[in-house]
């Protein structure tokens, strides 16, 4: 029997709230059983966003941190004696989301220098901005892209140059031709094998688009006198702002199977029509009566347009959800900062 708008609406609702059609495994219960607190909880970091980054009837609570990251943060401690200094990667389109705050307690008091990875995707006149407001806290920043190598080549001038005293003191003590020692730290699927791979030049480390790759700490030669240890993604322990945990997973940073991707990609159409990016409304052939839509609908209007359609001619709003999300990660709505300093 055909469904009439009003049954199809209600039905919709109800899918909603029950978490969508791949069923929701994040819940406002925390029930899930992969998740295990860690105490002392870090203090929330207050982000300026965009006027995009509003708050809506679909947010979902976004909590993943599985067991072995407690195991990689004591690694790192214990490791931290190791090395002479600390390169912490992060999303250049997040720049707050992608820094966990136990990072920067972790490694206080070792020379930091921080790169804005996935530049390319990013807006460039925020990463521009960010680069000032990190280096006002003294903190050496350097867009790159590691995929296609762009500024990587500044990051062995400028971690020398940090590390002078620490090698003319190294010389002065007899030593020839010291070798330093890098951590390289950052949540997952930030890009810090394909870091290293590219600044060694070699195809060495485990690289892939998806977090949870890296899971032991490797060691490798980036050029003369330096070497880098790799280690495992550190995400957040939990989300406070829940804006945070939607940031990392519009951006992959949290594996897909923990969330539920038609009310991820409805937050994800919630900023993207307030941006007015040109690359999203002609990507999807988009009216500015359809930007006026609600997002579920849009999203519809967005299946549709792609031809995505399941039995009895409805929209495949799951479909389109996931073509939304992988378009958005690799920059094909265009370049896109989510948070402003």
């Known amino acids: 029997m055909k469904k009439t708008s009003n049954q199809r609406k209600k039905n919709t609702s109800h899918r909603q709230s029950r978490g969508g059609r791949s069923g929701a495994r994040m819940n406002p219960s925390a029930k899930n059983r992969s998740a295990k607190p860690v105490a002392p909880k870090p203090k929330p970091v207050k982000a300026k966003r965009s006027p995009s980054a509003t708050s809506s009837e679909h947010t979902q609570v976004i909590q993943w941190y599985p067991g072995h990251m407690t195991k990689t943060k004591r690694r790192i401690e214990k490791d931290l004696k190791l090395v002479d200094a600390v390169a912490e990667i992060i999303d250049a389109r997040i720049p707050i989301s992608s820094r966990n705050p136990d990072i920067a307690r972790l490694t206080a008091g070792k020379p930091r220098i921080v790169l804005l990875n996935k530049c390319d995707m990013a807006d460039p006149r925020a990463t521009a901005q960010w680069v000032s407001f990190l280096s006002r806290e003294n903190v050496r920043a350097i867009p790159v892209d590691c995929k296609s190598g762009r500024g990587v080549d500044r990051f062995v001038p400028v971690l020398t140059e940090m590390l002078r005293e620490r090698i003319e003191s190294y010389k002065a003590k007899g030593m020839v031709n010291p070798s330093m020692r890098v951590m390289i730290v950052g949540i997952p699927n930030v890009g810090k094998s394909t870091f290293i791979n590219r600044i060694s030049k070699k195809t060495k480390a485990n690289a892939a688009d998806r ?112 073509t939304l999300l992988d378009e958005f990660r690799a920059a094909k709505l265009g370049r896109i900062t989510l948070e402003k300093p």
Not at 241 to 265: C, N, P, R, W, Y
């Open 211 to 322: 977090p949870g790759v890296t899971r032991g700490n490797q060691w490798f030669t980036v050029s003369k006198g330096f070497e880098m240890l790799d280690t495992p993604g550190v995400l957040w322990p939990k989300f406070d702002d829940q804006t945070v945990g939607e940031h990392l997973a519009f951006t992959g940073a949290i594996k897909s199977e923990v969330m539920d991707t038609e009310l991820l990609a409805i937050r994800l159409l919630d900023l993207l029509k307030e941006l007015h990016t040109p690359e999203f409304e002609e990507r999807y052939q988009l009216t500015r009566e359809d930007l006026a839509l609600p997002s579920y609908e849009l999203l519809e209007k967005i299946a549709r347009n792609r031809g995505m359609l399941i039995s009895g001619g409805e929209a495949d709003t799951e479909r389109a959800a996931y």
